[in-house]
């Protein structure tokens, strides 16, 4: 079992920038890939990007890409999604998840964090 906490949400002006966290005090996590989605109110959640296990493979969604950055720190067990140029669509809560296998399917990843609401006002 591995346990995510995402952290860093907030409110931002459109066109300002926010970084998120998300903590695992598990080891393992270490071994996982780990991938960022957002669910806005009344739609459903969708991918935003993820991050290979060591941090070899990046893959983003077309809304996010050049945008957003995925990284990670194995070493603090700790995922980061540091957005800029925000707009307010991309207002929603954001959720970190883990997985074995990388994938931009919500059922692909057996962890999830507990969400973390950005917004963005124009």
């Known amino acids: 079992q591995v346990h995510l906490v995402d952290s860093g949400g907030g409110l931002v002006q459109a066109g300002g920038s926010l970084g998120l966290s998300c903590a695992a005090s598990?080891?393992?996590?270490?071994?996982?890939?780990v991938a960022w989605f957002r669910q806005a109110p009344g739609k459903e959640r969708e991918f935003v990007a993820y991050?290979?296990?060591?941090?070899?493979?990046?893959y983003y969604a077309d809304s996010v890409k050049g945008r957003f950055t995925i990284s990670r720190d194995n070493a603090k067990n700790t995922a980061y999604l540091q957005m800029s140029s925000l707009k307010p669509e991309d207002t929603a809560v954001y959720f970190c998840a883990a997985a074995r296998k990388l994938s931009t399917n919500e059922r692909g990843y057996n962890y999830w964090g507990q969400g973390t609401q950005v917004t963005v006002s124009s």
């Open positions: 991050i290979s296990w060591g941090s070899s493979t990046k």
């Open positions: 598990e080891r393992t996590f270490s071994t996982l890939a």
